[in-house]
């Protein structure tokens, strides 16, 4: 019994499809959109082989609290398993502003984070780090998102 408890909590603080939302103590999390970004600017194309993409995220602070957001401490991501960081220039074709600022309590942050992707790629794995906002009480929460 205690190991299908484990299992069901682990699997509970992953998020698998856009649309889906997870809550914590502290927060509630959504993913509205995965996008392809396509440039209109020849100056601002991804290298060869690859494609800007950007994941909508909102976070709602359900705490009496207010906290900052930090997209270079709270977030890190993986493509097909390997490391990946944001890309300054897919950034800026988005419409969105990033995952950084003030999320006071009651309120809520929507942003997105934005990357170049191989363009075959089949996994994208957003760990985004909670415990940096609430000193430990919220975990981790796992965005796993397949390019299908």
Do not use: R
């Amino acid at each position: 019994t205690t190991k299908a408890v484990t299992t069901t909590a682990a699997k509970d603080k992953v998020i698998n499809a856009v649309g889906e939302s997870l809550e914590t103590k502290n927060f509630k999390v959504t993913v509205h959109e995965l996008n392809k970004l396509e440039s209109s600017n020849q100056f601002i194309q991804p290298a060869e082989g690859k494609e800007f993409w950007e994941i909508v995220i909102e976070i709602e602070n359900k705490s009496d609290k207010d906290y900052t957001v930090s997209s270079m401490l709270m977030f890190s991501s993986y493509v097909d398993d390997y490391s990946v960081d944001e890309s300054f220039s897919a950034h800026t074709l988005t419409d969105n502003s990033s995952m950084d600022g003030g999320l006071a309590k009651g309120k809520k942050l929507k942003g997105s984070l934005a990357y170049e992707l191989p363009k075959d790629w089949k996994e994208l794995e957003i760990h985004m780090d909670l415990t940096l906002l609430t000193l430990s009480t919220d975990g981790e929460i796992k965005i796993l998102l397949k390019n299908e």
